[in-house]
């Protein structure tokens, strides 16, 4: 049976274009956010946005998933060989380079330096191979540190020089300020001993763009708040807090908040890119209010275009 859970999650139709997807989830994120929803039911169609995305971004677990459904990511081994692709998702968001893992592609890989054929002893100490991995991480670990327990399946050779498939749970300590391509060099934790690189990528976030260690999110202002100022409550990675809007603000005007994007030596700044909303619907006493405003009020906006 067809299984569209993760498109209806994204309003998307299952021929929906990459773009289509991450365009999708951004609206729904934004949409659902905890910070900003109101929707009784927005943390759960908040986490099935993130999930579907998830799955429907990476083009191999898209696949699995169009042909098996919610049983996408259960085990199916391939005949005669185990596989680890580019994208496959292990416990925890790893995805190994692309590289069928078998005796023959250790042996090319190494020359033939097994002294005594795979049958007999070989020199253990020639097999140390390093492994390189990826892993998405939500903006707040970067910001904040954090501990991760991630669980993945790395390529490892027996004492006949057999390649088995080893399931591993790694302590992966993400420093605060970590930057997206920056590599985690775990010693000893690659293959017979060789070094495990970790690629951090960071996961997209319904709130904030990120520029370099710099962080932007579009805060909504109500036209009165834009034309009086006042204080309005906006997120940061850390909490909420009090931003003061000044009289006459304008649509798009940038308001910084020094030290409040992503820590480093040099930390990052967040700013608050205001965006004036009106307000969906109006009672009768707030259009005659604005009837008012709008006889009073001299003021053109369209003066410099000769109209």
Do not use: C
Not at 34 to 58: C, M, Q, R
Not at 258 to 273: F, I
């Amino acid at each position: 049976m067809v299984d569209n859970t993760h498109y209806e999650a994204l309003g998307v139709p299952r021929d929906a274009s990459a773009d289509d997807i991450k365009r999708a989830y951004r609206k729904m994120a934004r949409k659902y956010h905890p910070d900003v929803a109101t929707d009784p039911d927005a943390d759960a169609k908040f986490k099935a946005a993130g999930e579907a995305y998830s799955v429907l971004s990476d083009p191999e677990s898209r696949a699995a998933y169009d042909r098996y459904g919610a049983d996408w990511d259960q085990p199916r081994p391939e005949p005669d060989q185990q596989r680890a692709g580019a994208g496959s998702r292990w416990g925890g968001g790893f995805a190994f380079d692309d590289r069928d893992i078998n005796a023959d592609s250790f042996r090319d890989f190494f020359g033939g330096r097994f002294g005594g054929g795979f049958g007999g002893g070989f020199d253990r100490s020639a097999m140390q191979r390093d492994q390189h991995a990826r892993i998405e991480i939500p903006l707040e670990d970067a910001v904040a540190g954090a501990k991760r327990a991630v669980t993945l399946q790395m390529p490892q050779l027996d004492q006949t020089g057999h390649v088995t498939m080893e399931q591993r749970t790694i302590d992966l300590t993400i420093p605060k300020g970590v930057m997206p391509g920056q590599q985690l060099r775990l010693r000893g934790l690659g293959t017979a001993g060789g070094d495990l690189f970790v690629e951090i990528a960071f996961q997209p976030h319904p709130v904030y763009r990120i520029e370099g260690r710099d962080l932007f999110v579009a805060l909504p202002v109500t036209p009165w708040e834009a034309a009086l100022g006042g204080k309005v409550k906006m997120p940061t990675p850390t909490g909420k807090v009090d931003l003061k809007i000044p009289p006459n603000a304008r649509h798009g005007q940038k308001l910084r908040l020094r030290g409040r994007g992503l820590p480093g030596a040099q930390k990052g700044d967040l700013y608050a890119v205001l965006h004036i909303v009106n307000p969906p619907n109006l009672s009768q006493k707030a259009r005659d209010l604005y009837r008012q405003l709008a006889s009073e009020s001299s003021y053109d906006p369209r003066s410099n275009l000769g109209a």
